[in-house]
């Protein structure tokens, strides 16, 4: 089993950045991918943005975009999403969720708030 855990939420103001942290622990080896998501109140959860752990590569989600940076440390096991010039329509749980090589992610986070005051 891989466990996910998130940090880094908050209340912040609009125009602020965040670093939201992902810490992958258990059976990792396997892992193929590691990605971001956020439901925000009253909306279905939506993907923000993966990358790949061995090429690095990364896939963005085309709204949000351009504010938004997904990053991983492997010595870590850990992935980062940097948010910049944070929005209130950026409030939402955020989670984090890996691929264990199953072709979907299938182990999640109990998520992180960020609520962005105006």
């Known amino acids: 089993q891989v466990q996910v855990v998130e940090s880094g939420g908050g209340l912040v103001q609009a125009g602020d950045s965040l670093r939201l942290s992902c810490a992958a622990s258990?059976?990792?080896?396997?892992?193929?991918?590691m990605g971001w998501f956020r439901q925000a109140p009253g909306k279905e959860r939506e993907f923000v943005a993966s990358?790949?752990?061995?090429?690095?590569?990364?896939y963005y989600a085309d709204s949000p975009k351009g504010r938004f940076t997904i990053s991983r440390n492997n010595a870590k096991n850990t992935v980062y999403l940097q948010i910049n010039n944070l929005k209130p329509e950026d409030t939402a749980v955020y989670y984090c969720?890996?691929?264990?090589?199953?072709?979907?992610?299938?182990?999640w986070g109990q998520g992180t708030q960020v609520t962005v005051s105006s």
């Open positions: 969720a890996a691929n264990s090589g199953s072709g979907r992610f299938d182990h």
């Open positions: 990358i790949a752990l061995t090429t690095g590569n990364t």
């Open positions: 258990g059976r990792t080896f396997g892992s193929v991918a």
